[in-house]
Protein backbone atom coordinates (compact mmCIF):
# COMPACT_ATOMS: atom_id res chain seq x y z
CA UNK A 1 0.00 0.00 0.00
CA UNK A 2 2.60 2.28 1.29
CA UNK A 3 6.46 2.08 0.03
CA UNK A 4 8.98 4.49 1.00
CA UNK A 5 12.40 3.74 -0.69
CA UNK A 6 15.57 5.29 -0.11
CA UNK A 7 14.37 8.31 1.46
CA UNK A 8 17.00 11.11 1.99
CA UNK A 9 15.55 13.79 3.44
CA UNK A 10 16.19 17.27 6.09
CA UNK A 11 15.58 20.56 6.49
CA UNK A 12 18.02 22.81 4.68
CA UNK A 13 21.66 21.68 3.96
CA UNK A 14 20.55 19.43 6.84
CA UNK A 15 20.39 15.55 6.18
CA UNK A 16 17.94 14.21 8.75
CA UNK A 17 17.19 10.36 6.69
CA UNK A 18 20.09 9.30 4.88
CA UNK A 19 18.10 6.21 2.63
CA UNK A 20 14.85 5.26 4.48
CA UNK A 21 12.72 2.14 3.06
CA UNK A 22 9.83 1.07 4.77
CA UNK A 23 6.65 -0.58 3.64
CA UNK A 24 3.05 -0.38 4.87
CA UNK A 25 0.65 -3.54 3.88
CA UNK A 26 -3.12 -2.92 3.43
CA UNK A 27 -4.89 -3.42 6.53
CA UNK A 28 -1.54 -3.77 8.60
CA UNK A 29 0.05 -1.57 11.88
CA UNK A 30 3.47 -0.94 11.38
CA UNK A 31 5.12 0.31 14.15
CA UNK A 32 8.02 3.16 13.88
CA UNK A 33 10.24 3.55 16.79
CA UNK A 34 13.52 4.97 17.48
CA UNK A 35 15.09 7.65 19.79
CA UNK A 36 14.12 11.23 19.85
CA UNK A 37 15.86 13.13 16.99
CA UNK A 38 15.88 9.69 14.73
CA UNK A 39 13.94 11.34 12.19
CA UNK A 40 10.33 10.04 12.45
CA UNK A 41 8.29 12.80 12.12
CA UNK A 42 10.71 14.06 9.75
CA UNK A 43 9.48 10.45 7.77
CA UNK A 44 5.92 11.09 8.57
CA UNK A 45 5.92 14.86 7.42
CA UNK A 46 7.80 13.94 4.07
CA UNK A 47 5.40 11.36 3.43
CA UNK A 48 2.13 13.87 3.55
CA UNK A 49 4.07 16.45 1.90
CA UNK A 50 4.53 18.69 4.16
CA UNK A 51 8.43 18.64 3.23
CA UNK A 52 9.78 17.94 0.00
CA UNK A 53 12.46 14.89 0.09
CA UNK A 54 15.78 15.35 -1.37
CA UNK A 55 16.11 11.93 -3.22
CA UNK A 56 14.15 8.74 -3.02
CA UNK A 57 10.42 7.70 -3.97
CA UNK A 58 7.24 7.14 -1.91
CA UNK A 59 4.72 5.25 -3.43
CA UNK A 60 0.83 4.98 -2.63
CA UNK A 61 -1.31 2.31 -4.12
CA UNK A 62 1.08 2.27 -7.21
CA UNK A 63 1.05 5.23 -7.69
CA UNK A 64 4.64 7.65 -7.33
CA UNK A 65 3.95 10.59 -4.69
CA UNK A 66 7.39 11.34 -3.97
CA UNK A 67 7.43 15.09 -3.57
CA UNK A 68 3.58 15.82 -3.94
CA UNK A 69 1.79 18.44 -1.80
CA UNK A 70 0.09 17.39 1.08
CA UNK A 71 -3.54 18.01 -0.88
CA UNK A 72 -2.72 15.42 -3.29
CA UNK A 73 -1.94 13.31 -0.40
CA UNK A 74 -4.95 14.04 1.66
CA UNK A 75 -6.86 13.31 -1.43
CA UNK A 76 -5.81 9.78 -1.63
CA UNK A 77 -6.72 9.10 1.76
CA UNK A 78 -3.32 9.52 4.01
CA UNK A 79 -4.25 11.14 6.72
CA UNK A 80 -1.65 12.46 9.38
CA UNK A 81 -2.87 13.04 13.68
CA UNK A 82 1.01 14.70 13.82
CA UNK A 83 2.66 15.57 16.87
CA UNK A 84 1.35 17.84 19.08
CA UNK A 85 -2.20 17.83 18.12
CA UNK A 86 -2.18 20.58 15.78
CA UNK A 87 -6.08 21.26 16.21
CA UNK A 88 -7.63 24.28 15.40
CA UNK A 89 -7.72 26.25 18.95
CA UNK A 90 -9.88 28.65 18.10
CA UNK A 91 -12.35 26.91 16.28
CA UNK A 92 -15.40 24.94 17.73
CA UNK A 93 -14.86 20.80 18.16
CA UNK A 94 -17.21 20.36 15.60
CA UNK A 95 -15.64 23.14 13.42
CA UNK A 96 -12.38 20.97 13.78
CA UNK A 97 -14.48 17.61 12.77
CA UNK A 98 -15.58 19.57 10.16
CA UNK A 99 -12.42 20.84 9.22
CA UNK A 100 -11.35 17.10 9.02
CA UNK A 101 -13.60 16.42 6.07
CA UNK A 102 -12.02 19.48 4.59
CA UNK A 103 -11.44 17.69 1.46
CA UNK A 104 -12.20 13.49 1.75
CA UNK A 105 -15.98 12.38 2.75
CA UNK A 106 -17.12 16.34 2.99
CA UNK A 107 -20.72 14.89 1.89
CA UNK A 108 -20.64 12.05 4.67
CA UNK A 109 -19.68 14.57 7.15
CA UNK A 110 -22.83 14.74 9.43
CA UNK A 111 -22.61 11.01 9.83
CA UNK A 112 -18.94 10.98 10.24
CA UNK A 113 -19.45 12.94 13.03
CA UNK A 114 -22.17 11.02 14.58
CA UNK A 115 -20.16 8.09 14.11
CA UNK A 116 -17.17 9.54 15.89
CA UNK A 117 -19.09 11.14 19.03
CA UNK A 118 -19.81 7.70 19.63
CA UNK A 119 -15.99 6.73 19.60
CA UNK A 120 -14.92 9.86 21.74
CA UNK A 121 -18.04 10.71 23.74
CA UNK A 122 -15.74 12.79 25.98
CA UNK A 123 -15.72 14.79 22.47
CA UNK A 124 -19.36 14.61 22.35
CA UNK A 125 -20.09 16.29 25.65
CA UNK A 126 -17.86 19.17 24.11
CA UNK A 127 -19.27 19.74 20.57
CA UNK A 128 -19.67 23.26 20.95
CA UNK A 129 -16.64 24.09 22.64
CA UNK A 130 -13.49 25.84 21.39
CA UNK A 131 -10.44 23.52 21.00
CA UNK A 132 -8.00 25.39 22.72
CA UNK A 133 -10.04 24.84 26.21
CA UNK A 134 -9.58 20.96 25.92
CA UNK A 135 -7.38 19.36 28.17
CA UNK A 136 -4.53 17.81 26.06
CA UNK A 137 -5.92 13.88 26.20
CA UNK A 138 -9.30 15.46 24.84
CA UNK A 139 -7.39 17.67 22.42
CA UNK A 140 -5.65 14.33 21.11
CA UNK A 141 -9.11 12.59 20.89
CA UNK A 142 -10.04 15.44 18.67
CA UNK A 143 -6.85 15.32 16.36
CA UNK A 144 -8.05 11.49 16.04
CA UNK A 145 -11.52 12.15 15.17
CA UNK A 146 -11.11 14.72 12.80
CA UNK A 147 -8.70 12.41 10.83
CA UNK A 148 -11.04 9.81 11.16
CA UNK A 149 -13.63 12.69 9.07
CA UNK A 150 -11.40 11.86 6.26
CA UNK A 151 -12.21 8.24 6.18
CA UNK A 152 -8.40 7.50 5.51
CA UNK A 153 -6.70 5.00 3.97
CA UNK A 154 -4.01 5.04 5.86
CA UNK A 155 -3.56 6.79 9.11
CA UNK A 156 -0.41 7.84 10.16
CA UNK A 157 0.13 8.28 14.10
CA UNK A 158 2.66 10.23 15.25
CA UNK A 159 3.20 9.58 19.08
CA UNK A 160 -0.59 9.55 19.71
CA UNK A 161 0.11 8.50 23.32
CA UNK A 162 2.25 11.48 24.30
CA UNK A 163 1.45 13.37 27.64
CA UNK A 164 -1.74 10.93 27.84
CA UNK A 165 -2.29 9.50 31.17
CA UNK A 166 -1.97 5.92 31.94
CA UNK A 167 -5.55 5.13 31.64
CA UNK A 168 -6.12 7.44 28.19
CA UNK A 169 -2.99 5.63 26.70
CA UNK A 170 -4.69 2.33 27.73
CA UNK A 171 -7.99 3.59 26.09
CA UNK A 172 -5.61 5.10 23.03
CA UNK A 173 -4.42 1.78 22.21
CA UNK A 174 -7.41 0.17 22.83
CA UNK A 175 -8.85 2.40 20.07
CA UNK A 176 -5.74 1.77 17.64
CA UNK A 177 -6.48 -2.22 17.80
CA UNK A 178 -10.32 -1.55 17.11
CA UNK A 179 -9.24 0.77 14.17
CA UNK A 180 -6.89 -2.22 12.84
CA UNK A 181 -9.79 -4.40 13.37
CA UNK A 182 -11.69 -2.52 10.97
CA UNK A 183 -9.09 -2.74 8.21
CA UNK A 184 -7.57 0.34 8.25
CA UNK A 185 -3.51 0.45 7.64
CA UNK A 186 -1.51 2.09 10.02
CA UNK A 187 1.74 3.90 10.75
CA UNK A 188 2.08 4.49 14.22
CA UNK A 189 5.22 6.29 15.53
CA UNK A 190 5.51 5.73 19.69
CA UNK A 191 8.02 5.73 22.20
CA UNK A 192 5.13 2.60 24.10
CA UNK A 193 7.82 0.32 22.20
CA UNK A 194 6.20 -2.73 23.60
CA UNK A 195 2.32 -1.29 23.81
CA UNK A 196 3.15 -0.31 20.12
CA UNK A 197 4.80 -4.03 19.17
CA UNK A 198 1.71 -5.77 21.03
CA UNK A 199 -0.33 -4.32 18.18
CA UNK A 200 1.62 -4.08 15.46
CA UNK A 201 1.98 -6.51 12.94
CA UNK A 202 5.49 -5.23 11.46
CA UNK A 203 8.28 -2.60 13.25
CA UNK A 204 11.12 -0.62 12.32
CA UNK A 205 13.17 0.97 14.46
CA UNK A 206 14.90 4.04 12.96
CA UNK A 207 18.55 5.72 14.39
CA UNK A 208 20.21 8.50 13.02
CA UNK A 209 18.15 8.37 10.00
CA UNK A 210 18.53 4.72 9.14
CA UNK A 211 16.62 1.79 9.78
CA UNK A 212 18.32 0.26 12.16
CA UNK A 213 16.03 -3.20 13.28
CA UNK A 214 12.68 -4.10 11.31
CA UNK A 215 10.97 -7.39 11.09
CA UNK A 216 7.55 -8.84 12.89
CA UNK A 217 7.00 -7.38 15.58
CA UNK A 218 6.82 -10.47 17.76
CA UNK A 219 10.61 -10.75 16.69
CA UNK A 220 11.62 -7.61 17.62
CA UNK A 221 9.98 -7.68 21.10
CA UNK A 222 12.37 -10.48 21.65
CA UNK A 223 15.77 -8.35 20.41
CA UNK A 224 18.25 -8.31 23.18
CA UNK A 225 19.39 -4.86 21.37
CA UNK A 226 16.07 -3.59 21.18
CA UNK A 227 15.16 -4.23 24.72
CA UNK A 228 18.55 -2.87 25.95
CA UNK A 229 18.32 0.26 24.34
CA UNK A 230 14.87 1.25 24.95
CA UNK A 231 13.50 -0.26 27.85
CA UNK A 232 16.82 -0.46 30.27
CA UNK A 233 16.46 -4.09 30.65
CA UNK B 1 -22.16 74.39 26.94
CA UNK B 2 -23.35 72.54 24.19
CA UNK B 3 -26.80 71.51 23.43
CA UNK B 4 -27.12 67.89 24.07
CA UNK B 5 -29.39 67.54 20.70
CA UNK B 6 -25.63 69.30 18.99
CA UNK B 7 -23.76 66.33 20.87
CA UNK B 8 -26.19 63.89 19.81
CA UNK B 9 -26.20 64.91 16.22
CA UNK B 10 -22.10 64.67 16.65
CA UNK B 11 -22.61 61.09 17.87
CA UNK B 12 -24.56 59.99 14.85
CA UNK B 13 -22.12 61.75 12.35
CA UNK B 14 -19.57 59.92 14.02
CA UNK B 15 -21.22 56.65 13.87
CA UNK B 16 -21.70 57.14 9.90
CA UNK B 17 -17.79 57.94 9.26
CA UNK B 18 -17.21 55.28 11.59
CA UNK B 19 -19.13 52.42 9.71
CA UNK B 20 -16.29 53.32 6.98
CA UNK B 21 -13.78 53.18 9.20
CA UNK B 22 -14.76 49.91 10.15
CA UNK B 23 -14.56 48.11 6.59
CA UNK B 24 -11.23 49.64 5.99
CA UNK B 25 -10.12 48.33 9.25
CA UNK B 26 -11.62 44.95 8.66
CA UNK B 27 -9.80 44.29 5.51
CA UNK B 28 -6.39 45.21 7.30
CA UNK B 29 -7.46 43.03 10.54
CA UNK B 30 -8.59 40.12 8.02
CA UNK B 31 -5.05 40.15 6.81
CA UNK B 32 -3.25 40.62 9.93
CA UNK B 33 -5.37 37.71 11.63
CA UNK B 34 -4.39 35.53 8.41
CA UNK B 35 -0.92 35.99 7.26
CA UNK B 36 0.27 37.84 10.59
CA UNK B 37 1.58 41.03 8.90
CA UNK B 38 0.78 44.47 8.43
CA UNK B 39 -0.33 45.23 5.14
CA UNK B 40 1.82 48.47 4.16
CA UNK B 41 0.30 48.39 1.10
CA UNK B 42 -3.52 49.02 2.28
CA UNK B 43 -3.35 52.71 1.92
CA UNK B 44 -2.33 52.54 -1.78
CA UNK B 45 -5.09 49.88 -2.62
CA UNK B 46 -7.50 51.85 -1.26
CA UNK B 47 -6.70 54.95 -2.94
CA UNK B 48 -6.00 52.78 -6.31
CA UNK B 49 -9.80 51.16 -5.71
CA UNK B 50 -11.16 54.84 -5.84
CA UNK B 51 -9.19 55.79 -8.46
CA UNK B 52 -10.75 52.67 -10.48
CA UNK B 53 -14.41 53.71 -9.00
CA UNK B 54 -13.74 57.67 -10.24
CA UNK B 55 -12.45 55.88 -13.58
CA UNK B 56 -15.83 53.58 -14.12
CA UNK B 57 -17.96 57.27 -13.03
CA UNK B 58 -15.65 59.39 -15.49
CA UNK B 59 -15.40 57.27 -18.31
CA UNK B 60 -18.77 55.38 -18.22
CA UNK B 61 -20.82 57.18 -16.23
CA UNK B 62 -21.12 54.05 -14.02
CA UNK B 63 -22.71 55.55 -10.14
CA UNK B 64 -20.16 54.75 -7.34
CA UNK B 65 -22.89 52.53 -5.48
CA UNK B 66 -23.77 50.96 -8.45
CA UNK B 67 -20.43 50.14 -9.31
CA UNK B 68 -19.41 48.83 -5.53
CA UNK B 69 -20.09 44.84 -7.09
CA UNK B 70 -17.59 45.50 -9.91
CA UNK B 71 -15.04 47.29 -7.64
CA UNK B 72 -14.80 45.01 -4.89
CA UNK B 73 -14.61 42.16 -7.49
CA UNK B 74 -11.99 43.64 -9.32
CA UNK B 75 -10.48 44.45 -6.11
CA UNK B 76 -10.65 40.48 -5.06
CA UNK B 77 -8.94 39.70 -7.89
CA UNK B 78 -5.75 42.37 -7.60
CA UNK B 79 -5.41 41.23 -4.26
CA UNK B 80 -5.37 37.28 -4.46
CA UNK B 81 -3.28 37.95 -7.53
CA UNK B 82 -1.31 40.23 -5.87
CA UNK B 83 -0.53 38.24 -2.84
CA UNK B 84 -0.37 34.90 -4.77
CA UNK B 85 2.03 36.19 -7.32
CA UNK B 86 3.79 39.16 -5.69
CA UNK B 87 4.02 38.82 -2.06
CA UNK B 88 3.98 35.02 -1.30
CA UNK B 89 6.42 34.46 -4.31
CA UNK B 90 8.83 37.16 -2.95
CA UNK B 91 8.44 36.63 0.89
CA UNK B 92 9.62 32.74 1.12
CA UNK B 93 7.30 32.69 4.03
CA UNK B 94 9.36 35.40 6.08
CA UNK B 95 7.22 37.85 7.86
CA UNK B 96 9.55 40.33 7.79
CA UNK B 97 10.18 39.96 4.02
CA UNK B 98 6.56 40.27 3.61
CA UNK B 99 6.32 43.39 5.44
CA UNK B 100 8.92 45.02 2.87
CA UNK B 101 7.60 43.40 0.27
CA UNK B 102 3.75 45.02 1.10
CA UNK B 103 6.01 48.87 1.30
CA UNK B 104 7.50 48.59 -1.89
CA UNK B 105 4.48 47.27 -3.60
CA UNK B 106 2.98 50.42 -1.75
CA UNK B 107 5.85 52.46 -3.01
CA UNK B 108 5.20 51.88 -6.62
CA UNK B 109 1.34 52.24 -6.52
CA UNK B 110 1.89 55.45 -5.81
CA UNK B 111 4.04 56.41 -7.82
CA UNK B 112 2.28 54.83 -10.90
CA UNK B 113 -1.01 56.54 -9.79
CA UNK B 114 0.92 60.11 -9.77
CA UNK B 115 2.39 59.38 -12.75
CA UNK B 116 -0.96 58.28 -14.30
CA UNK B 117 -3.18 60.39 -12.59
CA UNK B 118 -1.33 63.53 -11.32
CA UNK B 119 -1.51 65.19 -8.14
CA UNK B 120 -4.73 67.19 -9.34
CA UNK B 121 -7.95 66.01 -7.12
CA UNK B 122 -11.11 64.16 -8.53
CA UNK B 123 -14.39 64.08 -7.48
CA UNK B 124 -17.58 62.13 -7.56
CA UNK B 125 -20.69 63.76 -8.13
CA UNK B 126 -23.48 62.10 -7.42
CA UNK B 127 -26.49 64.30 -8.55
CA UNK B 128 -28.76 63.08 -4.86
CA UNK B 129 -25.61 63.75 -2.65
CA UNK B 130 -27.83 66.76 -0.89
CA UNK B 131 -30.61 64.02 -0.72
CA UNK B 132 -31.32 62.56 2.92
CA UNK B 133 -33.56 62.20 6.09
CA UNK B 134 -33.90 64.64 8.49
CA UNK B 135 -33.49 63.14 11.99
CA UNK B 136 -34.81 66.53 13.53
CA UNK B 137 -31.29 66.87 15.24
CA UNK B 138 -29.17 66.16 12.43
CA UNK B 139 -29.78 66.12 8.64
CA UNK B 140 -28.68 62.79 7.26
CA UNK B 141 -27.11 62.65 3.77
CA UNK B 142 -27.31 59.77 1.08
CA UNK B 143 -23.62 59.60 1.00
CA UNK B 144 -23.84 58.70 4.96
CA UNK B 145 -26.71 56.73 4.53
CA UNK B 146 -25.57 54.28 2.20
CA UNK B 147 -22.16 54.02 3.65
CA UNK B 148 -23.29 53.05 6.88
CA UNK B 149 -25.71 50.75 6.04
CA UNK B 150 -23.55 49.32 3.19
CA UNK B 151 -20.83 49.14 5.53
CA UNK B 152 -22.55 46.88 8.13
CA UNK B 153 -24.18 44.54 5.80
CA UNK B 154 -20.78 43.64 4.42
CA UNK B 155 -19.35 43.44 7.86
CA UNK B 156 -22.32 40.98 8.49
CA UNK B 157 -22.00 39.07 5.26
CA UNK B 158 -18.21 38.39 5.66
CA UNK B 159 -18.68 37.49 9.50
CA UNK B 160 -21.16 34.80 7.87
CA UNK B 161 -18.91 33.68 5.26
CA UNK B 162 -15.93 33.29 7.89
CA UNK B 163 -18.06 31.44 10.25
CA UNK B 164 -20.11 29.02 8.23
CA UNK B 165 -18.88 28.20 4.72
CA UNK B 166 -15.87 25.84 4.32
CA UNK B 167 -13.55 28.14 2.58
CA UNK B 168 -14.44 30.74 5.52
CA UNK B 169 -13.22 27.80 8.57
CA UNK B 170 -10.14 27.34 6.20
CA UNK B 171 -8.90 30.78 6.72
CA UNK B 172 -9.52 30.68 10.66
CA UNK B 173 -7.63 27.59 10.31
CA UNK B 174 -4.82 28.68 8.97
CA UNK B 175 -4.96 31.72 11.03
CA UNK B 176 -4.33 29.91 14.01
CA UNK B 177 -2.50 26.29 12.78
CA UNK B 178 -1.27 26.77 9.36
CA UNK B 179 0.71 22.83 9.57
CA UNK B 180 -2.54 21.46 10.98
CA UNK B 181 -4.12 23.36 8.21
CA UNK B 182 -1.69 21.99 5.90
CA UNK B 183 -2.55 18.18 7.14
CA UNK B 184 -6.08 18.37 6.14
CA UNK B 185 -5.54 19.49 3.26
CA UNK B 186 -5.89 23.45 2.81
CA UNK B 187 -3.93 24.97 0.14
CA UNK B 188 -2.31 27.16 2.63
CA UNK B 189 -0.88 29.68 -0.47
CA UNK B 190 -4.40 29.93 -1.83
CA UNK B 191 -5.73 30.63 1.34
CA UNK B 192 -3.59 33.06 2.15
CA UNK B 193 -4.42 35.26 -1.20
CA UNK B 194 -8.68 34.68 -0.54
CA UNK B 195 -7.80 36.62 2.65
CA UNK B 196 -5.55 38.85 1.16
CA UNK B 197 -8.46 39.48 -1.85
CA UNK B 198 -11.30 39.80 0.70
CA UNK B 199 -8.88 42.47 2.74
CA UNK B 200 -8.81 44.29 -0.26
CA UNK B 201 -12.39 43.76 -1.40
CA UNK B 202 -13.45 45.42 1.84
CA UNK B 203 -11.09 48.26 0.39
CA UNK B 204 -13.05 48.15 -2.99
CA UNK B 205 -16.50 48.60 -1.77
CA UNK B 206 -15.01 51.07 0.96
CA UNK B 207 -13.43 52.93 -1.99
CA UNK B 208 -17.49 52.92 -3.70
CA UNK B 209 -18.92 54.55 -0.24
CA UNK B 210 -16.30 57.25 -0.07
CA UNK B 211 -15.61 58.41 -3.32
CA UNK B 212 -19.29 60.69 -3.11
CA UNK B 213 -17.71 62.34 -0.30
CA UNK B 214 -14.20 62.82 -0.74
CA UNK B 215 -11.88 64.23 -3.41
CA UNK B 216 -9.28 61.33 -4.73
CA UNK B 217 -5.83 62.19 -5.06
CA UNK B 218 -2.71 59.71 -5.00
CA UNK B 219 -1.82 60.83 -1.24
CA UNK B 220 -5.85 59.95 0.04
CA UNK B 221 -5.01 56.27 1.33
CA UNK B 222 -3.05 57.74 4.16
CA UNK B 223 -5.67 59.43 5.94
CA UNK B 224 -7.87 56.21 6.10
CA UNK B 225 -5.12 53.98 6.09
CA UNK B 226 -3.45 55.75 9.40
CA UNK B 227 -7.11 55.67 10.56
CA UNK B 228 -7.49 51.62 10.12
CA UNK B 229 -4.19 51.07 11.68
CA UNK B 230 -5.80 53.14 15.07
CA UNK B 231 -8.69 51.20 14.68
CA UNK B 232 -7.07 47.55 14.40
CA UNK B 233 -4.96 48.75 17.29
CA UNK B 234 -7.50 49.72 19.75
CA UNK B 235 -10.14 46.79 18.72
CA UNK B 236 -7.47 44.55 18.95
CA UNK B 237 -4.91 43.03 16.16
CA UNK B 238 -6.95 40.13 13.81
CA UNK B 239 -10.48 40.87 15.75
CA UNK B 240 -13.57 41.21 13.58
CA UNK B 241 -15.53 42.76 16.39
CA UNK B 242 -12.42 44.99 17.50
CA UNK B 243 -12.73 46.26 14.33
CA UNK B 244 -16.40 46.80 13.93
CA UNK B 245 -16.74 48.45 17.45
CA UNK B 246 -13.35 50.23 17.26
CA UNK B 247 -14.35 51.72 13.80
CA UNK B 248 -17.14 53.28 15.35
CA UNK B 249 -15.30 54.38 18.52
CA UNK B 250 -12.46 56.11 16.49
CA UNK B 251 -15.40 57.58 13.96
CA UNK B 252 -17.48 59.45 17.15
CA UNK B 253 -13.76 60.32 18.66
CA UNK B 254 -13.31 62.28 15.22
CA UNK B 255 -16.97 64.16 15.03
CA UNK B 256 -16.64 65.22 19.21
CA UNK B 257 -13.39 65.97 19.16
CA UNK B 258 -13.77 68.13 15.78
CA UNK B 259 -16.98 69.53 17.59
CA UNK B 260 -15.45 70.65 20.85
CA UNK B 261 -11.91 71.30 19.52
CA UNK B 262 -11.90 72.23 16.34
CA UNK B 263 -11.60 70.02 12.71
CA UNK B 264 -7.88 69.71 13.05
CA UNK B 265 -7.31 69.67 16.83
CA UNK B 266 -10.16 67.15 17.23
CA UNK B 267 -8.04 64.68 14.79
CA UNK B 268 -5.63 64.50 17.64
CA UNK B 269 -7.83 62.69 19.89
CA UNK B 270 -7.58 59.85 17.34
CA UNK B 271 -3.97 60.11 17.92
CA UNK B 272 -4.38 60.30 21.42
CA UNK B 273 -6.48 56.85 21.77
CA UNK B 274 -3.73 55.29 19.70
CA UNK B 275 -1.08 55.87 22.34
CA UNK B 276 -3.29 55.32 25.36
CA UNK B 277 -3.47 52.46 24.00
CA UNK B 278 -0.65 51.10 23.23
CA UNK B 279 -0.17 52.65 26.73
CA UNK B 280 -2.32 50.80 28.48
CA UNK B 281 -4.15 47.87 26.47
CA UNK B 282 -1.56 46.81 23.90
CA UNK B 283 -3.41 43.93 23.20
CA UNK B 284 -6.44 46.05 22.22
CA UNK B 285 -10.36 45.90 23.15
CA UNK B 286 -10.60 42.55 22.11
CA UNK B 287 -7.34 40.84 22.23
CA UNK B 288 -6.28 39.07 18.98
CA UNK B 289 -9.06 36.62 18.42
CA UNK B 290 -10.47 35.48 15.17
N1 LIG C 1 11.55 22.13 10.99
C1 LIG C 1 12.81 21.71 11.26
N2 LIG C 1 13.88 22.46 10.89
C2 LIG C 1 15.14 22.04 11.14
N3 LIG C 1 15.44 20.89 11.76
C3 LIG C 1 14.44 20.11 12.15
C4 LIG C 1 13.06 20.47 11.92
N4 LIG C 1 12.28 19.50 12.43
C5 LIG C 1 13.12 18.58 12.94
N5 LIG C 1 14.41 18.93 12.78
C6 LIG C 1 15.58 18.15 13.19
O1 LIG C 1 15.54 16.90 12.56
C7 LIG C 1 15.95 15.88 13.43
C8 LIG C 1 14.88 14.79 13.48
O2 LIG C 1 13.70 15.35 14.03
P1 LIG C 1 12.34 14.57 14.09
O3 LIG C 1 11.33 15.50 14.60
O4 LIG C 1 12.09 13.92 12.79
O5 LIG C 1 12.66 13.46 15.19
P2 LIG C 1 11.71 12.41 15.86
O6 LIG C 1 12.28 11.09 15.58
O7 LIG C 1 10.32 12.66 15.45
O8 LIG C 1 11.92 12.76 17.40
P3 LIG C 1 10.86 12.78 18.60
O9 LIG C 1 10.71 11.39 19.08
O10 LIG C 1 11.54 13.63 19.63
O11 LIG C 1 9.60 13.35 18.09
C9 LIG C 1 16.21 16.53 14.77
O12 LIG C 1 17.60 16.68 14.92
C10 LIG C 1 15.54 17.87 14.66
O13 LIG C 1 16.24 18.83 15.39
MG1 LIG D 1 8.63 13.27 16.37
Known amino acids: ?233 | MYDPSIIAASIINGLMTGAIYSLVALGLTLIYGVLHIINFAHGSLLMLCMYGVWFLYAQAGIDPYLALPLVAAGAFCLGYGLQRSVIGKTSHGRDEIILLVTLGVSIIIENIALFAFTANERVVQVPYDIDGIDLGITFLVVPQIAAFVASLAITAALWLFIARTYTGKAIRAVAKERQGARLVGVNVDHIFAVSFGIGTACLGAAACLLAPTFPISPQIGYIFVLIAFTVVVLGGMGSFVGALIGGFIIGVTESLGGLFFGESLGKLGISLIFILILLFRPTGLFGQRM
Open chain 1, 1 to 233: MLEVRDMVAGYGEVKVLHGVSLDVGPGEVVALLGSNGAGKSTLNNNISGIFRPFAGMVIFEGQDISGARPETTVDLGIIQVPEGRRVFPNMSVRDNLEMGAYRRARARRTQNIDRIAGIFPRIAERIDQLAGTLSGGEQQMLAIGRSLMAEPRLLILDEPSLGLSPLLVEEMFALIHQLHADGLSILLVEQNVVQSLEIANRGYVLENGKVAMSGPASNLLQDEGLRRSYLGM
